[in-house]
């Protein structure tokens, strides 16, 4: 069992687009979107957006059906499946909603291979209408971060994984993401751990201007294909280091060869 917990990102790190803009795109509500996107946060106005969208006679059996056509990587599936049978520990922090990334990942098989999602609650309504409410309750307290936006800080989100990681005994963080809020949970991470940002998206611009306040090591990414090299690639190369250490310091294991004995990252499938 590796010691690896991989957190993703949602929108456009697994998926490849933004889940709340295709919903507001695909159903033709941009202008209205664009409107009143200067009046209001962008996760309460999502919360209005539904009730638009609903007040047009679009029904949450409508929205399902275009979130199963949400774009995806060919190879983001597979890379995540791999990850998990090298025996990391997935989940995902992610400002988009529950009932969003539930119906994506159970319409893409992946719902069972992660173990936490952390991200804005949501629920369908006794009129069968989607509500969507801020992870952290903004009205009521701040959660103090300058960095992140006021329905969710990903960092505090992370120093909690962090803790309760490591009562477990596990060491080592992998954390894949594309945006701006993405920026606070990686300057949580520790040496040892591991940040991937999408080249050229927010948090790659963010981590480039200063990489010394980031104690990971960094390992940047374009696409689905890279995501899933690079990923796989850092999951061998920590078990290789993890089966080193383990065999060097027991003597009876020290004439099992490394190679033997480590799970081989699957091949992602062209
Ligand atoms: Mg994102
Ligand atoms: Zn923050």
Not at 10 to 31: A, P, Q, R, Y
Not at 165 to 184: M, N, P, Q, S
Not at 207 to 232: F, M, R, T, Y
Request: proline share 6%; glycine share 6%; hydrophobic share 40%.
């Amino acid at each position: 069992m590796a010691g690896i917990v991989v957190v993703f990102d949602f929108d456009k790190t697994i998926i490849d687009c933004d889940s709340d803009n295709w919903v507001v795109d695909e159903l033709g509500f941009t202008d209205l979107f664009n409107q009143l996107l200067p009046t209001m946060p962008w996760n309460s106005l999502m919360d209005r957006m539904m009730k638009e969208i609903h007040s047009e006679g679009k029904t949450i059996e409508d929205i399902v059906e275009v979130l199963k056509r949400i774009p995806i990587h060919p190879q983001v599936v597979p890379a995540i499946k791999a990850a998990h049978a090298l025996g990391c520990e997935l989940r995902i922090v992610s400002d988009a909603n529950l009932f969003f990334i539930e119906t994506i990942l159970n319409h893409l098989g992946l719902r069972d291979y992660f173990s936490e999602i952390n991200t804005n609650p949501s629920y369908v309504d006794e009129e069968g209408k989607l509500r969507i409410f801020p992870f952290h309750d903004f009205t009521k307290s701040s959660h103090g971060c300058s960095l992140c936006p006021p329905n969710m800080c990903k960092g505090v989100i992370m120093e909690r994984i962090q803790a309760t990681v490591t009562e477990e005994g596990k060491k080592k963080f992998i954390y894949l993401g594309d945006g701006a809020g993405d920026y606070c949970p990686s300057l949580k991470l520790k040496e040892g751990d591991f940040v991937m940002p999408r080249k050229n998206f927010p948090v790659w611009d963010l981590i480039c201007k200063n990489p010394l306040v980031i104690k990971a090591e960094i390992h940047e990414w374009s696409d689905g294909e890279e995501l899933g090299q690079v990923l796989l690639g850092l999951i061998n190369k920590i078990s290789i280091e993890e089966n080193a250490t383990f065999i060097s310091t027991d003597c009876k294991l020290q004439t099992i060869s490394v190679h033997e004995t480590l799970p081989q990252a699957l091949p992602v499938q062209q």
